[in-house]
């Protein structure tokens, strides 16, 4: 049976691939050719509006690079050359490829090959024309950066004029504590962003929710632009600020807490932070 395509559908076995599937991006207005290396559901932080299902605290697991590659050749010439548009009755307005990112079911910064996975999907999207006209993108909460190998594969990133997006919902303690449940402290997390930006394009992507009716605190919008202040001051160059809201149903325990914020929240803090000199654009 054929299944649509839409911008709600994010089933990461649509396709029958361990590591590669297919989303209609709301952010990009196209097909977003995902890579997903936590096969295992594993991530080193449980965000409260994360979506994987059956979430477990951990590293990805050993990968199959033979097999991460047959599977891309095999469905980016299904998407080039193949009826992929029509199986899954994509809007025509949306039958361009976007993007291919690296977005997984947990952090794919853990992988202990990243750096080498990063490199053979360059190579590959390159060889069947996928990049440059693509963009590489790679989902990342960060945490992982100060590690050598993942410089590495951020350097293999900006070698196919890639981008990271650096994970940032919230600039306090207790914000990071309750959103991310992470002990990672935001200094730590700031140190990490730095690295980032001096290894390859990267975007601060923030996730705003409201949790238990609280919305978006003053607390927290103060917070979160001092801290955009103090980074811009310290010659950190950053791409941009991607702001959005919970799209779909969090899985975890919090999630009868949690509410999207409305886009006229979103925006007028988007306002803000354009007004400290960041591009910011605004999705849900
Ligand atoms: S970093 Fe991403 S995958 Fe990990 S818990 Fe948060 S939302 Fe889920």
Same mark, same amino acid.
């Given at each position: 049976?054929?299944? %649509?395509?839409?911008?709600?559908?994010?089933?990461?076995?649509?396709?029958?691939?361990?590591?590669?599937?297919?989303?209609?991006?709301?952010?990009?207005?196209?097909?977003?050719?995902?890579?997903?290396?936590?096969?295992?559901?594993?991530?080193?932080?449980?965000?409260?509006?994360?979506?994987?299902?059956?979430?477990?605290?951990?590293?990805?697991?050993?990968?199959?690079?033979?097999?991460?590659?047959?599977?891309?050749?095999?469905?980016?010439?299904?998407?080039?050359?193949?009826?992929?548009?029509?199986?899954?009755?994509?809007?025509?307005?949306?039958?361009?490829?976007?993007?291919?990112?690296?977005?997984?079911?947990?952090?794919?910064?853990?992988?202990?090959?990243?750096?080498?996975?990063?490199?053979?999907?360059?190579?590959?999207?390159?060889?069947?024309?996928?990049?440059?006209?693509?963009?590489?993108?790679?989902?990342?909460?960060?945490?992982?950066?100060?590690?050598?190998?993942?410089?590495?594969?951020? %350097?293999?990133?900006?070698?196919?004029?890639?981008?990271?997006?650096?994970?940032?919902?919230?600039?306090?303690?207790?914000?990071?504590?309750?959103?991310?449940?992470?002990?990672?402290?935001?200094?730590?997390?700031?140190?990490?962003?730095?690295?980032?930006?001096?290894?390859?394009?990267?975007?601060?992507?923030?996730?705003?929710?409201?949790?238990?009716?609280?919305?978006?605190?003053?607390?927290?919008?103060?917070?979160?632009?001092?801290?955009?202040?103090?980074?811009?001051?310290?010659?950190?160059?950053?791409?941009?600020?991607?702001?959005?809201?919970?799209?779909?149903?969090?899985?975890?325990?919090?999630?009868? %807490?949690?509410?999207?914020?409305?886009?006229?929240?979103?925006?007028?803090?988007?306002? %803000?932070?354009?007004?400290?000199?960041?591009?910011?654009?605004?999705?849900?």
């Amino acid at each position: 049976m054929v299944s %649509k395509l839409s911008t709600t559908s994010h089933r990461s076995d649509i396709v029958g691939l361990k590591y590669v599937y297919p989303v209609i991006s709301r952010r990009m207005g196209g097909l977003s050719i995902g890579i997903n290396f936590n096969t295992n559901n594993a991530c080193n932080w449980r965000c409260i509006y994360c979506q994987v299902p059956g979430l477990t605290l951990g590293a990805a697991p050993e990968i199959d690079l033979k097999l991460l590659e047959d599977e891309l050749r095999l469905f980016l010439k299904d998407v080039i050359e193949g009826d992929f548009y029509e199986r899954f009755d994509v809007d025509e307005d949306k039958r361009v490829i976007k993007d291919i990112a690296i977005a997984g079911n947990g952090e794919p910064t853990s992988l202990k090959e990243f750096p080498d996975a990063l490199a053979l999907i360059g190579k590959v999207a390159t060889e069947l024309g996928i990049f440059p006209q693509s963009r590489y993108v790679l989902i990342t909460n960060g945490s992982l950066v100060h590690q050598a190998k993942v410089k590495a594969g951020l %350097k293999v990133l900006d070698a196919y004029d890639g981008e990271v997006w650096f994970k940032l919902d919230s600039a306090t303690e207790e914000g990071r504590a309750l959103i991310n449940n992470t002990a990672q402290s935001c200094k730590a997390s700031v140190n990490n962003l730095m690295l980032a930006t001096q290894c390859c394009k990267t975007k601060l992507q923030t996730c705003l929710v409201d949790y238990d009716n609280r919305g978006l605190s003053e607390l927290e919008q103060s917070a979160y632009l001092d801290l955009l202040t103090e980074i811009k001051s310290s010659g950190c160059e950053l791409q941009g600020v991607l702001l959005y809201s919970m799209a779909r149903l969090s899985l975890q325990p919090e999630a009868s %807490k949690l509410k999207p914020l409305s886009f006229e929240v979103l925006d007028a803090f988007a306002d %803000k932070i354009r007004l400290l000199g960041f591009n910011v654009s605004v999705s849900r």
